[in-house]
């Protein structure tokens, strides 16, 4: 099943978008906004993670496309759980052109109603960088996350210690202010 926003469309990761999305894991800008962090990937390794990827785990990874510009970045909702009704979700958009057009936002509102409305998870937790601050203004000014606390000298970038940023939303919050 796809899921589809107002400007997106996320759907499966497929065979063919993994040298995109190898190219985007070995590339020092985009990295440098990512709260994550990992090896230099080769093709092979990109593969074993794609053979990892199962609609039956607990973790859920998108292509998030637009029909003009095709593949634009990938979204997630990892460590979900099922119990206690809680994710993480995170989001990279992998080319400057696409930032600042809606995407994110329309990408972020759409897991955010595919995780209340369709899967009835009760809240989402997400990090992100402290001088990160597009993402910051995104989810807790547009999308009405809020900074929940703060790592400090969580992350290791350009030879300085940054902070990690905790954000989070409920349903009951999205409910509150979203009708989208």
């Given at each position: 099943m796809n899921i589809y926003g107002k400007l997106v469309k996320m759907r499966a990761i497929e065979k063919e978008d993994l040298v995109l999305l190898n190219k985007w894991a070995n590339d020092p800008e985009i990295q440098y906004w990512?709260?994550?962090?990992?090896?230099?990937?080769?093709?092979?390794?990109?593969?074993?993670?794609?053979?990892?990827?199962?609609?039956?785990?607990?973790?859920?990874?998108?292509?998030?496309?637009?029909?003009?510009?095709?593949?634009?970045?990938?979204?997630?909702?990892?460590?979900?759980?099922?119990?206690?009704?809680?994710?993480?979700?995170?989001?990279?958009?992998?080319?400057?052109?696409?930032?600042?057009?809606?995407?994110?936002?329309?990408t972020v509102m759409t897991i955010m109603k595919y995780a209340f409305e369709e899967l009835g998870l009760e809240r989402l937790d997400g990090s992100i960088i402290d001088y990160n601050k597009a993402s910051i203004k995104l989810y807790t000014e547009k999308c009405g996350w809020e900074i929940e606390g703060t790592k400090r000298r969580w992350y290791f970038r350009n030879g300085k210690f940054w902070d990690k940023l905790i954000v989070g939303i409920t349903k009951d919050k999205y409910n509150e202010i979203f009708n989208y």
């Open positions: 990512l709260g994550g962090w990992h090896f230099p990937t080769n093709m092979e390794d990109q593969q074993k993670w794609f053979n990892s990827l199962s609609a039956n785990s607990k973790d859920q990874r998108f292509i998030i496309e637009t029909e003009e510009l095709g593949i634009i970045g990938t979204a997630n909702l990892v460590d979900i759980n099922w119990k206690d009704r809680n994710a993480f979700h995170g989001m990279l958009l992998g080319d400057k052109d696409t930032r600042g057009k809606g995407y994110a936002f329309d």
